[in-house]
């Protein structure tokens, strides 16, 4: 799963005078084919800031800066769509516009985001996240944090099936980075099997993430070899899904696990 940003300080000028250009549009176009051709099968789409302390945005704002992306590449590329939003509105626009998934950080706990998924009839990714963007990271607490976000899921799962949301529809991501200290990261990294034994596919996202930061005290643009091990990590331990900035690295990272893998096949 590659990332597309389409907020401003991702891509475009940062300012606060941003508006869709021709060029942002074609930026994005132009880094969702790379990832295509680099072997994505799905491209997350997100229009809110989700890093620690962003703040919010309007659902217009979002709506505006995510539903052209979907569209070109809908018509353009041949993959699935992610629309990364909380926003039950958004969710029903970017289904009718081509989306294939809805990637939800807040796991459809939004008012109206249950009804709302369930109408798209679109598989769901429910992610755990402690807190809001704003202030998650300040003091993350927990007893158990393998077992709290695993029960968190198992919670939100059976909201999903009351509306009429089927198992079959949904997938499971622990929401690393989202209200987790760097030990509750690593704590859940090594737990994913406990995750994984839930029996639904398990998304995960640490490309680029500050754990990296933190325990290497790299930036962000320094970040990919790390990323890479931690791909290759969460794969051994039962992540279907690798949500990525860098494809085309990732892919050869997880296809040398792979070979491996299948060594008892040759
Ligand atoms: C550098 C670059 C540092 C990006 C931090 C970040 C996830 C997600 C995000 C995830 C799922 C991010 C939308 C955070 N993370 N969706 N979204 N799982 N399902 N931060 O882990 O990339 S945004």
Known sequence: MGVINTTPDSFSDGGTLYRHSRLDLDSAMARAREMVLAGAAILDVGGESTRPGAEPVSVQEEMDRVL???????????????????????????????????????????????????????PVCLMHMQGEPAGMQLAPQYVDVVTEVRDFLINRVAACERLGIVRERLLLDPGFGFGKSVAHNLQLLNGLPDLASLGLPLVVGLSRKSIIGKLLGRDVEQRLPASLALAVMAVERGAAIVRTHDVEATADAVAMWSALQELGTR
């Open 68 to 122: 052209p992306v979907v569209e070109r590449i809908a018509a353009e590329l041949e993959v699935v769509i992610s629309v990364d939003t909380s926003s039950p509105a958004l969710m029903r626009a970017a289904a009718a516009s081509g989306a294939g998934l809805i990637n939800d950080v807040r796991a459809l706990t939004r008012s109206g985001a249950l009804q709302a998924a369930a109408a798209t009839g679109l």
